[in-house]
């Protein structure tokens, strides 16, 4: 309790009801401009087609739609507003030259059909980011058509069962790591895979032994995240590379952590065949309330025909161009190219780091990682004691004998101004505490968390109550969630 | 660099914290040999005004400027100023997935209204928060559809937007789900003794676009009555969402699979989109990605939370209906501004004009060339069949500052010199002039070319 005023305090939140409570039978929000060609009879034009009634949607001035959505807004927590420290999440900051120059109008407007000619400079903002991102992965070809870390991994599973395919036998078995994201067996079932479980060893790495045991011919490849959900280096990579490929299968890597190793090391120089990133997470394009992201899919060149068509390329005349022409090809993954204002985005971010910029990044979100490892020790159990990269997972053990557990110390750390980590993930930790500060945290703003989570801590011990009703100073507590899920009730109704 | 917080002094004092003699010391776990000892080969660090300089050549080099006729699942509407003002404020832009809803409540109240008007405008009781886009979409429906009825196979109409088709295509592949295809009338519809022949005892369900790729506007109704009859379910994809304000919405689907683009998201060469699918409410535990639900707190006051979790791929893993996790959160907010802007009265008026400048449009080009299926109630789109390949009449609009109708010879090979307009309520009458002008003058040169060969071939045969 005793620090708690030096990040956050109260100040006044409105109230606003929903938009459809607001509405009132002539309000508007638009004008059109005059109709410069005839009127026409809809009746006439649409027959039975004609809709005669838009039901409840609402009508309101322009001001009330200001005021709902700027007191909306001040409901949420940011980036903007202080540490996020999501693991596994990378909340970096956005930065704002990204929203400007992806709003530019050629940009912005450009429609995905037009002719090549006339779009060459979106093509090139295409081809140069693909450049770079195969060479900070080490890979040999990529994608941009995926439109989220998900759809990446669907993307790069329907390519390795292509190739498994082409090899005569697309194979029965993902292997996936009992620290894994959800996503990772989510989409193996999606491609027709099934998934078999990899238990880590004691030092929440992959146990190469159980890895020998369970690679087989039936085992198309190893869904891998490196540095893993325990921000754990996997340290004997080129080992689990080298198992996999003995039997044909394939490497896949998760990039959801390639923040601790962009300028580092690369992962296509360690053995992985094909990968995903996440430009919403790594390369700063926000985040937004949950997506739009960006998925973009890295491979070796022996998968490079499987790549979802079309790709880019560079035409005789020396202009860029879309092949579509590739009978490997797993197909289209997504209309058009992709989440194209996120490669903006995510190049601007490239640019503004340049070689040197992107290195010091990734330094800075390792060192900030480890000096809230460091400055939190000992008032959370920290269940692996391995060294850790860009991210840590601590464990509610201590704070569990009273009764707190990793969701309540959650919701405490909302009232000392902070975001709350990721909680009770991974699995394979019970009572996971899993912080990742990205490298946009100050010395000071660390140094605050670390005094509210050992002040948390202190409080478990004091008063444990204060905790278990936390959050205090929002403006809804604690919701039942169960209620909602019992009986849903997904939009709004007249009363 | 200037996104980093911290001073070489700040460094020095967390390593000696940390106690570590430098930061190498922090990356000691990955083996010496996979060490990149180099700088990445990528461009130099850059000033934030060179940033801007460079993309703003992009831009320059990506066809700024022009009267544009292109539509085929993407369309240029007014985008209200209001929205880029909204959801750039910080707390909505650099905000995660709402999982903490004591501080998400203005992410989630937002997505619970953008669920509910969904609902008001597609006739369906449950919207989700969100999908990709209209093409995932449509294969996110379609595998719904496999869930619900247990059947495994999909008729497709041909007049489904052929890159949905594709991605739906690559989504059933490795399912082994048999994917087929049905024809389209003379009036651009759905041909439905086609459909009658298609649908089997395995078929999950029929995929249909309304209005669809060749802007006629469905019989939804006799489609799903076929589809019905066979025990298969009828998904409906939504691409152009403003036709929703004067055209009457697919009541009959079981699920709609929609891209609401046109709600106010620009067009940005392909993406970001909204895709979003509603349905029935028993349906909705196999509906994927996320949704929000209302409830209270500890106090009885009204609040939101993201729910129904069980279906998705952190709770479930493999057994999950989607490994959608990410979704479009912040182009789902621009298009609940958009509804919010336009809303009941709005959204119908915005409607008329887009089809007042079509109905003008496809009256004058029909004066000079054919405008196919005429006779098919549609909304902003029409083909125009000409005696000139559309690529050559639309290079000469290009000097005209003009994009002309996307040409279909490689989609539909069987409507010839064939291009698919559209006209919304940006299109000007005078661009609308310009373009017919044009492709009056190329149908009179061609005719008089035929005509000139005509006469040679008989004063040919004269001698």
Known sequence: MKYMTRKATRHVSQNEGLIFEKSGAGKAAWKLPPLDVPEVDTAKLLGPAERKDLGNMPEVSEIEIIRHFTRLSTWNYAIDLGMYPLGSCTMKYNPRVNEVVSRLDGLANGHPCQPEDICQGALRIIKILSECLTEITGMEAITLQPAAGAHGELTGLLMVRAYQQSKGNPRKKILIPDSAHGTNPATAGMVGYSVENLKSNARGMVDTAALTAQTNEDVAALMLTNPNTLGIFEQEIHKIAEIMHAKGSLLYMDGANMNALVGKVRPGDFGVDVMHLNLHKTFSTPHGGGGPGSGPVAVKQMLEPFLPKPVVITKPDGTLGFEYDRPMSVGRVRAFYGNFGMFVRALAYILANGPDGLRQTTEDAVLNANYIRKGIEGAYDLPYPTPTMHEVVFSDRLQAKKGVKTMDIAKRLIDYGFHPYTTAFPLIVPGALMIEPTESESKEELDLFIEAMRSIAEEVEEDPKIVLDAPHSTRVSRLDEVAAARKPVLRWKPA | MRYLPKSPGDREAMLKTIGARSIDDLFASIPAEYRLNRDLNVPRQMAESEIVDWFRQRSNESGDGHAIFLGAGVYYHYRPVIIDSLISRGEFLTAYTPYQPEISQGTLQSIFEFQTMICELTGMEVANASMYDGSTAAAEAVMMAVRLTGRRSVVIARSVHPEYREVVATYAWHQGMP????????????????????????????????????????????????????????????????????????????????????????????????????????????????????????????????????????????????????????IALMVNIFMTIYGKAGLRELAKQNLAKTAYAAEQFGIHATVLF????????????????????NSRLLGHKILGGLPLKKLYPELGNAALWCCTEMTTRTAIDTAVGLVAESERSTRAMKEADVRSDIEEVAR
Do not use: W
């Open chain 2, 179 to 330: 994917v087929s295809t049905t024809g389209f009338t003379d009036s651009g519809g759905l041909d439905p003794k086609e459909l009658e022949r298609s649908i089997t005892q395995d078929t999950a369900c029929v995929l249909v676009q309304s209005p669809n790729f060749l802007g006629a506007i469905e019989d939804v109704a006799a489609v799903a009555d076929i589809a019905h009859k066979h025990g298969a379910m009828l998904v409906v994809s939504i691409a152009e969402a403003v036709s929703l304000g004067i055209v009457e919405p697919p009541r009959q689907a079981d699920i709609i699979a929609m891209e609401a683009q046109s709600f106010g998201v620009p067009p940005g060469f392909g993406g970001p989109y909204c895709g979003v699918i509603a349905t029935r409410e028993q349906f909705v535990r196999q509906l994927p990605g996320r949704l929000v639900g209302q409830t209270t707190d500890k106090n009885g006051k009204r609040g939101f939370v993201l729910t129904l979790a069980t279906r998705e791929q952190h709770i479930r893993r493999e057994k999950a209906t989607s490994n959608i996790c990410t979704n479009q959160a912040l």
């Open chain 2, 374 to 393: 005429a006779n098919a109630p549609r909304f902003n789109e029409f083909v125009v069949q000409t005696s000139e390949d559309p690529y050559a009449i």
